[in-house]
């Protein structure tokens, strides 16, 4: 039996993964999964792939690509998510902004520098027309971080999934002024270097059963009701955002790697582009 990690979020995106533990999917093939949740995200996922801290990490797309040009010695093994996330951009609800424009040379809330929420603040700015040399940012570690930031005025606007936040907006810590989706397909499926190098067979299985999973997760009986019951949210929103997410069961496309790195030095955030071998496994 061969013990490997794996680290993602604790979202919804990510019960295919519990339901295959749970179920023993993987011990059928000798593999003993340990999942952490990390409330964090892909900035705290970054270092733990460099630290060898985990194996495996269910990670944002642009927020791996930059750590890989970093230096963080992983390869993306497969997309696990083919849609684009839905960030929603949030405010404190009792503040005064009412539109996007208003949040222009304000300071936005991030989980940490290499985040999703710090690196979908860049591209939101340039579409937006911003100077994002004028960028200004609060590191709050996780979404009750935010909650209190905004309330306390240590930031002005947060960046976060939509439907994770929605109860937040519905109880009123928060108000949503927009949605921003990201400009490709939003989560990959990484790993360390040194794991991939020794375990190739063991990836293998471990692809073939979360595919299997993926490829049917949509159509298993009540899986909306499991969703809202299990992650707390309406039965209206998890119907809503399963009408609009789909998981893949390929690797990612070469065009969508060149088209990240492409958005990213644009901003500066990478100086160079790397080929596709250094990222892809």
């Not at 404190?92 to 603040?121: C, F, P, V, W």
């Not at 905004?150 to 947060?158: C, E, I, M, R, V």
Request: a negative charge; proline letters at 4%; glycine letters at 6%.
């Amino acid at each position: 039996m061969k013990t490997i990690k794996i680290i993602g979020v604790p979202e919804h995106f990510n019960l295919p993964w519990h339901l295959a533990i749970e179920e023993g999917a993987f011990l059928e093939r000798g593999i003993n999964l340990e999942w952490t949740d990390i409330p964090e995200g892909t900035g705290k996922m970054c270092q733990m792939l460099e630290s060898n801290d985990t194996d495996l990490a269910i990670i944002l797309t642009e927020g791996i690509i930059k750590s890989i040009h970093e230096g963080n010695p992983c390869k993306i093994v497969q997309e696990y998510i083919g849609t684009p996330l839905q960030w929603g951009i949030h405010v404190d609800a009792k503040s005064t902004y009412t539109s996007i424009k208003e949040l222009q040379n304000t300071k936005a809330a991030i989980s940490r520098y290499g985040s999703g929420s710090h690196l979908m603040a860049y591209i939101h700015a340039q579409q937006k027309g911003w100077d994002t040399g004028k960028l200004k940012f609060e590191v709050i570690n996780n979404l009750n971080g935010a909650i209190e930031g905004l309330a306390n005025g240590k930031a002005d606007y947060f960046m976060w999934e939509h439907f994770t936040t929605k109860p937040h907006v519905d109880n009123q810590s928060f108000r949503r002024l927009d949605d921003f989706p990201t400009p490709w397909p939003c989560f990959v499926i990484a790993g360390t270097k040194k794991f991939l190098e020794a375990n190739n067979n063991l990836i293998t299985h471990i692809l073939e059963v979360i595919n299997t999973y993926t490829s049917e997760f949509k159509s298993i009986p009540s899986i909306d009701r499991t969703l809202s019951n299990k992650y707390e949210q309406k039965l209206e929103d998890i119907q809503e955002w399963l009408s609009i997410t789909s998981w893949s069961q390929n690797q990612i496309k070469i065009a969508t790697v060149i088209k990240v790195q492409e958005s990213l030095k644009t901003l500066n955030l990478i100086q160079s582009k790397l080929t596709t071998e250094d990222i892809l496994y």
